[in-house]
């Protein structure tokens, strides 16, 4: 059996979803998984969901005869991947990161440098309600402490809508507040 297929059903046979599978030259094998997705439910992987799937992959993979130096089993991350519509559709609302495989080109005159490809807004819903679109502002980040004055212009808010196939790279971006990460609902 092909590695992918003994790790993706060792995995949802736990009750896990496959997140990423990774392996490196000096014979890491890397797995990061998450919990499946169900609408309201906000469970994260912890230390021993990772045990658990650890173990079972080592004897799953002992058994078909693939090799490997170390396994690494662990959570997506702040910066977890985006990969598919599913996970699009999970992080609707959040600040993510995206690269296009190509520049946006002349289209985007007059918007945003046309050889842009990496942008950081709020994924949404196009005005279909079928595809998606990254939203954001140019405004620069206020610093603790700085006062803004009640007569500037809001920096205007940009969209830019996009399909999967144009994505090289999907990922939340990562929100450090020590405070804890603020529901859909407060913000």
Not at 128 to 154: C, F, M, N, Y
Request: charged share 30%; glycine share 8%; with cysteine.
């Amino acid at each position: 059996m092909a590695l992918q297929q003994i790790v993706q059903e060792t995995v949802t046979g736990l009750g896990y979803d496959l997140v990423e599978i990774d392996r490196t030259a000096g014979g890491l094998l890397r797995i990061t998984i998450d919990r499946p997705w169900q609408p309201g439910s906000e469970l994260f992987i912890n230390v021993e969901d990772c045990e658990k799937v650890n173990r079972q992959l080592q004897f799953a993979l002992e058994v078909d005869g693939v090799a490997y130096s170390r396994l690494e089993v662990s959570s997506p991350g702040i910066d977890r991947p985006l990969r598919n519509e599913q996970d699009f559709q999970r992080f609707l609302g959040e600040l993510i990161d995206i690269t296009l495989k190509a520049p946006m080109g002349e289209s985007a005159a007059g918007m945003v440098n046309p050889t842009r490809k990496k942008f950081r807004g709020t994924l949404e819903r196009d005005a279909t309600g079928q595809g998606w679109q990254i939203v954001w502002s140019d405004e620069p980040a206020v610093k603790p402490g700085q006062k803004i004055s009640k007569k500037r212009l809001p920096a205007p808010l940009h969209a830019l809508g996009f399909t999967l196939e144009e994505l090289r790279d999907a990922r939340l971006a990562p929100v450090v507040d020590f405070k804890g990460r603020k529901s859909k609902q407060e913000a």
